[in-house]
């Protein structure tokens, strides 16, 4: 702030809010004082996002902060508030603390602002606004049991728009609880003098009930300066007198002449709700309201827009469920899981809101979608049913979830009719096209169900038009990034209606169809086309060369992917499932993730009647990706299986495949002789099946093992072979892990230089192919090399590479590896106690999920643990062990870069 003319503080592009800090605390607390008031923590707060919000620069920078004469510079509270928030300014006020507290005047131009004026500037400029009076209760409004939860931020957005704009539409799903809010609004918005009138659109069935309501409604309004208004007789369509305008001219139009004669001179929030049910009488009464009462405002709720020029909308979305990863006490905090404890606690729930309780809320919550009208109709069920097993009830049977309300509205008795009653106002191609998007697991894009639906014969055009009909009644989601979605409940909608129980494709209208696919339910239709149209990316994606960006576009629609091919293999097209699976496994091997390639291949196989030929197929690609997972035995019982199996059924290449997996097992756990054995017996079949790449592969397995038995001219012969056939062939992948295991050979032999120009190699190639795994392996590789030539700092930068990918896609076994390589590096820093709990750490990760050393390596981590033990007393030395084998791995992992770790708090 800049000090002008001895008395003014003048504001500028920097101290914007600071600013209107001044005039937050000017006008909550009348004066600004050296002393804590009760607000510091919310206005730090919102300090906070103010001054790192981009909205904090404005156009017209002109407030001016006017003090009396015995203002200086000098520490104040608001220099800690500044500070808190995470400003660098230095410059702050206080008075001195002898004289009474000076009032502060806020200028523009030499005029001084009235506090209206001034909460305009701060509401425009900095979203800051008046602060809500208490809930009043207002006459004709309805009257809740329990208590209003959450919305803080919506209400001050609703506000600024109800002040900026005379009509205000709250649109959103079924279930958000557009209701609630707009009478919680009601009951706190003040400025409305003669008060709020509620009207529910959905008693409203044609012109006489839409008078009724309104005379119910406006007669519940507390008396103001407008005349009595006329009263209708039941079932009458006209007042009981006609009244006259001002011109002396009798009005014809009896809702605009009542309008008029209840509404003149006063000012008045209308609450419009269900605007949905009766839209053309919502419309009429808003347009009559808008011409007849200049000074009254309408807030209204519906799924959909009421189509009235200038109608300000805000979209009510539900509420936010936390993530797995937030801790649990936070998690608690937040608003579904705070409406889901305070009402099962009004429905007798006898648990306690502890930290234990968190997944099972947040999961529930999930199950449906946030929304509250589903939260609070699964925390009525708790009483019921336990925690841990209402996210599966809501799922799987959602109709069984009442609302103990008997008074409730039968829209509301339950999650699925509050659906239904949005469902019912689709025409009949918009329901078919509703029930077509529930093939989509999780969320779309536009072009893909462009590209479907031409399959099954809908136009562009046609499409666009009956997405649109779907987004206008909220039964779509459309976020930032152009997908689509639906929410938990309105998907299973849409999926009964996709496959309802008597299995009769629902009627197509008026497209053309040929007699085949008459004959084909709309289901079978719709999944054929899916599966063809996403077949078709993951074999294009599949065909492209290895590279960084491979997998760009098959990455948003994997969820769509990998149901097409379930489906396909569950409904016997065993052939489109497993070239799906074929396409797949790349994806999951270049990306990390093995664990769900393996849950897939698990599920395919317990599949009944899978044909031997398709069990061959699924089986090494599982057991690959249980294998790059850590889980050796599965991986090992895996390739045994498709041994055997290629036995009985004398398939040589799904022979091939299981000797080659099952020597890779064996050399991972030290059966040396096996392994090279295994590799012998696959190099000799791929050799006389002409599968070129496969030897080379088999090769590189078996120079590996030759390196380990000590055998390194043999080893870097067989590397070099590699090497060179790779790069001939163009196998990218295979050309950099022969030129690791090259630098591997060179660093056996302490020749280091080339030792490490070849895994600096290597490493470039791994990168252009946008492999984390190969990436993480030759940071490791270099580490190790780095470690050994007494180069600590680069060691660490190499591990740091190596354990964060590894992280992300959980190769546990290169996590413990990293451990061990961190737990060395403690040791040459001199930190035996830290390198004992990473060895600890390290050991129980590998005992935990069946990750075994090699013996070269298990003879390095040995000797490092004696050197840590040797060098600690012995008391410590076990602490230490046990403190490292009691963390989880993602503990030990932010244990050893160093970083503070999440751990959760246990239950009592």
């Not at 006017?66 to 500044?82: E, I, W």
């Not at 209204?300 to 805000?314: D, K, M, N, P, Q």
């Not at 061959?616 to 997972?629: N, S, T, V, Y």
């Not at 060691?795 to 076994?813: F, M, N």
Request: hydrophobic fraction near 40%; aromatic fraction near 6%.
């Amino acid at each position: 702030m800049q000090k002008v003319r001895g008395r003014h503080w003048k504001s500028n592009a920097r101290t914007d809010v600071l600013a209107a800090t001044l005039a937050l605390l000017s006008l909550r607390e009348g004066h600004l004082s050296s002393v804590h008031g009760e607000g510091e923590a919310e206005l730090c707060a919102r300090l906070h996002d103010l001054w790192h919000s981009p909205r904090k620069r404005i156009e017209s920078h002109w407030l001016d902060a006017v003090f009396d004469q015995d203002t200086r510079r000098l520490a104040s509270p608001l220099a800690a508030l500044l500070a808190r928030s995470g400003s660098r300014t230095s410059t702050s006020i206080r008075f001195r603390d002898h004289l009474p507290p000076p009032r502060l005047t806020f200028l523009r131009r030499e005029r001084v602002l009235a506090p209206d004026e001034l909460w305009d500037f701060l509401g425009d400029c900095f979203g800051i606004l008046r602060p809500l009076s208490s809930p009043v209760l207002r006459p004709g409004l309805r009257q809740y049991a329990s208590r209003f939860v959450g919305r803080a931020e919506e209400i001050n957005a609703i506000r600024v728009l109800l002040a900026r704009n005379r009509l205000v539409m709250l649109v959103g799903p079924p279930g958000a609880g557009k209701t609630r809010l707009a009478v919680e609004l009601g009951h706190r918005l003040d400025g409305f003098p003669d008060g709020v009138c509620l009207m529910d659109f959905s008693t409203i069935h044609d012109r006489a009930t839409l008078l009724d309501v309104w005379h119910t409604a406006i007669s519940g309004v507390r008396a103001g300066s407008a005349p009595e208004a006329p009263k209708t007789p039941a079932g009458s369509s006209r007042p009981a007198d006609p009244v006259a305008t001002e011109s002396g001219e009798e009005n014809t139009d009896i809702l605009t002449s009542t309008v008029d004669a209840d509404t003149r001179d006063r000012c008045l929030l209308f609450l419009l709700d269900n605007c949905e049910t009766a839209p053309s009488e919502a419309n009429e009464i808003a347009r009559a309201i808008l011409e007849r009462s200049h000074d009254s405002r309408i807030l209204a709720t519906s799924v959909r827009a009421l189509g009235i020029h200038g109608e300000a909308l805000h979209e009510i979305h539900p509420f936010t469920v936390p993530s797995a990863e937030t801790s649990p006490s936070e998690a608690l905090r937040s608003d579904a899981a705070v409406l889901f404890l305070d009402r099962a606690a009004i429905a007798g729930h006898r648990g306690t809101a502890e930290n234990a309780d968190a997944p099972a809320v947040l999961e529930i919550c999930r199950a449906v979608s946030g929304l509250p009208l589903g939260i609070e109709l699964a925390a009525s069920a708790s009483r019921r049913y336990p925690l841990t097993d209402l996210a599966t009830i809501l799922l799987n049977h959602l109709e069984l979830i009442t609302s103990a309300d008997a008074a409730a509205p039968q829209r509301h008795r339950t999650l699925r009719s509050a659906m239904e009653w949005t469902y019912d106002l689709l025409t009949e191609p918009a329901r078919l096209f509703f029930a077509f998007l529930s093939i989509f697991p999780s969320d779309w894009t536009l072009p893909n169900v462009i590209a479907i639906g031409d399959r099954l014969g809908w136009g562009a055009d046609e499409v666009l038009e009956l997405h649109g009909q779907l987004a206008e009644l909220s039964l779509l989601r459309l976020d930032r990034t152009g997908r689509c979605s639906m929410l938990n409940p309105v998907r299973n909608l849409a999926s009964a209606r996709l496959y309802p129980e008597d299995s009769t494709a629902p009627d197509t209208g008026s497209r053309e169809t040929s007699n085949a696919e008459e004959e084909e339910p709309f289901a079978t239709r719709v999944e054929r086309a899916f599966e063809a149209h996403f077949l078709e990316l993951v074999e294009t994606v599949a065909a492209e060369p290895d590279g960084r960006d491979r997998f760009a576009s098959l990455a948003p629609e994997i969820s769509s992917c990998q149901s097409a091919a379930s489906t396909a293999l569950h409904k016997g097209r065993t052939d489109p499932g497993l070239r799906f699976l074929k396409g797949l496994y790349p994806y999951w091997l270049a990306t990390g993730k093995w664990r769900i390639g393996v849950e897939f291949c698990r599920q395919a196989l317990q599949i009944p009647s899978l044909p031997d030929a398709a069990i061959m197929e699924i089986l090494p690609i599982g057991a690959g990706l249980a294998f790059r997972l850590g889980d050796i035995a599965l991986a090992r019982s895996l390739h045994q299986q498709c041994h055997d199996l290629a036995l009985a059924n004398d398939a040589e290449v799904a022979l091939a495949h299981a000797l080659h997996g099952l020597g890779t097992v064996a050399y991972r756990t030290d059966r040396l002789e096996e392994a090279g054995q295994y590799f012998e017996q696959a190099i000799e079949i791929w050799k006389r099946t002409g599968f070129e790449r496969q030897v080379l592969i088999s090769t590189n397995n078996a120079a590996a093992v030759a390196a380990s038995q000590m055998r390194f001219d043999r080893a870097t012969e067989l590397f070099q072979e590699v090497v060179i056939s790779a790069k001939h062939l163009g196998d990218e992948r295979t050309h950099a892990s022969g030129l690791m295991n090259l630098g591997l050979m060179h660093w056996r032999a302490e020749e280091v230089e080339p030792a490490v120009r070849y895994l600096e190699r290597s490493l470039e190639i791994w990168t252009s192919l946008g492999d984390a795994w190969g990436c993480a392996t030759a940071h490791n590789n270099l580490a190790v090399m780095q470690l050994r030539n007494g180069e600590l700092r680069k060691a660490r930068t190499h591990l740091v590479e190596s354990i964060e990918p590894r992280t992300e896609i959980e190769d546990l076994a290169g996590v413990a590896s990293c451990l061990e390589c961190f737990a060395s590096l403690a040791l040459r820093e001199g930190q035996p106690e830290r390198g004992l709990r990473l060895i600890g750490a390290a050991t129980a990760l590998r005992r935990t999920h069946e990750v075994e050393l090699t013996a070269e390596n298990r003879r390095g981590v040995e000797a490092d643990e004696e050197r840590a033990v040797r060098d600690l007393p012995a008391k410590t030395a076990r602490a230490a062990r046990t403190i490292g084998s009691s963390m989880s791995w993602r503990e030990a992992v932010a244990y050893a870069l160093g970083r503070p770790s999440q751990r959760r708090s246990k239950p009592s």
